[in-house]
């Protein structure tokens, strides 16, 4: 059997482009005792990813050239030779970009095909809640009352973080890129101010107006000048969840900022580097907690979802040019 696949064609310098992947089409093999075949459904496109087109030592492996990309697919079993998965079944797992695929029974994860939305499982019951649920309330532990700032607020793990810190009730700063994603962020996902940083005139001055008191936690997923900017404001015993820098990812340099390293020490202040599958053994309390949020309406979530499995480069362009809102998602 012959399918599409997605590689990577060329490791880029700076900004990703369009030449940087190509489709070519690949042959499957047969199906062995304990594998199945899967179609996938929905892909998730993230910006840890340009990490991966670097071939630098990291959490992960970097993606090798000629070789497809891969991430969080929701699939759907049209073959199987396992005896703990049917055909018809739908499966969630890390899985090359292939519109068909070959998997073992041991890297899958069965889900429930009723599910209100099958994508949430790449979304907010997926690795992006979690993230955002376990940075939250295992780092930065927020209390009653104290200021919480996340930045890249209207993407897949910043409206989350919002959510539950509203939930643990703090008074919530999102740092966003349009008018339009603000005010979905305080209508619909309950923040109560957002800063949109590509108008302001001085995101420093705008961060200290948004918190007189001072920033008691931060969600960090952007780095650069803006968290320079939060981290100018951070009170006594704050805390830091470092969670993402996609400001510097594209970066042929590394930029020189400020030295923070100070003003941590003087006021006390936690910050803690992370990433989701550090948490692992606790994923099912994660799960659990998100989905009982999730079920009486506490949290509620968006997606960006772009139709056709082709369409997969230009969404993870997307992703550093901010045109989705939550999680973006493709649609095979």
Avoid at 12 to 41: A, H, R, W, Y
Avoid at 76 to 90: A, L, M, N, P
Avoid at 257 to 269: A, E, H, I, K
Wanted: glycine share 10%; proline share 4%.
């Amino acid at each position: 059997m012959t399918t599409r696949q997605i590689i990577l064609q060329s490791q880029p310098v700076g900004t990703p482009t369009l030449k940087d992947f190509k489709i070519k089409s690949t042959t499957l093999n047969k199906i062995q005792s304990g594998e199945v075949l899967l179609k996938g459904l929905y892909y998730s496109v993230d910006p840890y990813m340009r990490g991966r087109m670097n071939d630098a030592k990291s959490y992960v492996a970097p993606f090798k050239i000629n070789e497809p990309l891969e991430g969080g697919v929701v699939a759907t079993v049209v073959e199987s030779k396992s005896d703990d998965f049917k055909v018809g079944d739908t499966v969630v797992g890390n899985f090359p970009w292939k519109e068909m695929f070959v998997a073992n029974e041991a890297k899958l994860q069965k889900v429930d095909s009723n599910a209100p939305e099958l994508s949430y499982y790449l979304s907010i019951l997926g690795m992006t809640g979690l993230t955002a649920y376990f940075g939250l309330m295992d780092i930065c532990k927020p209390k009653a009352g104290e200021t919480v700032v996340v930045s890249g607020a209207a993407g897949a793990v910043g409206m989350v973080v919002g959510q539950i810190a509203k939930l643990q009730g703090c008074h919530v700063v999102g740092i966003a890129g349009t008018d339009e994603k603000a005010k979905v962020l305080i209508e619909d996902f309950s923040f109560d101010q957002v800063i949109n940083y590509k108008t302001t005139k001085d995101i420093y001055q705008s961060v200290k107006e948004a918190c007189p008191d001072g920033v008691d936690v931060y969600y960090d997923n952007v780095g650069g000048e803006i968290s320079d900017a939060v981290i100018s404001a951070i009170n006594f015993h704050a805390r830091i969840a470092l969670c993402g820098q996609i400001s510097l990812y594209n970066s042929k340099e590394t930029p020189m900022g400020p030295r923070l390293q100070p003003m941590l020490l003087t006021r006390s202040v936690l910050m803690q580097g992370f990433i989701v599958n550090n948490y692992q053994e606790r994923f099912p309390e994660g799960i659990k907690q998100l989905s009982t949020w999730v079920k009486e309406g506490k949290v509620d979530f968006t997606q960006t979802i772009v139709e056709g499995f082709d369409q997969l480069p230009t969404a993870l362009l997307g992703l550093f040019e901010g045109i989705n809102t939550g999680k973006m998602i493709v649609k095979a």
